[in-house]
């Protein structure tokens, strides 16, 4: 095992503009989703048995929201950092590889 670090940072770039992509995906298909629960909720009847199956399903879909809207953002953080990630390494690279040319 070494004690440093590569990276292939064409690979890695495009994979993290996959990450993005996905994210985007992610975010487009969720907030269709959303709009999916909220015609569900507007359809649940008023009477006795329509009522006890709101007390249901609005707590499950709250839950499925609240877990639900964290996934879109954290593959924004992902690409975000992996976009970083790249650039510091590309950068770190091209000073010590002038460094090194100064020797």
Not at 3 to 27: I, K, N, S
Not at 74 to 86: I, P, R, S, W, Y
Request: net charge negative; hydrophobic share 40%.
């Amino acid at each position: 095992m070494s004690d440093f670090l590569q990276m292939w940072t064409e690979g890695t770039a495009q994979h993290v503009a996959r990450v993005a992509d996905v994210g985007r995906t992610l975010t487009t298909g969720w907030e269709g989703a959303k709009s999916t629960i909220d015609g569900a909720v507007s359809g649940i009847g008023g009477d006795s048995v329509g009522q006890a199956f709101a007390t249901g399903f609005l707590a499950a879909s709250q839950a499925v929201r609240a877990a639900c809207d964290q996934v879109p953002p954290g593959f924004e953080k992902l690409a975000t950092g992996g976009a970083q990630c790249v650039s510091h390494y590309e950068t770190t690279a091209a000073t010590q590889a002038a460094q090194l040319n100064g020797l």
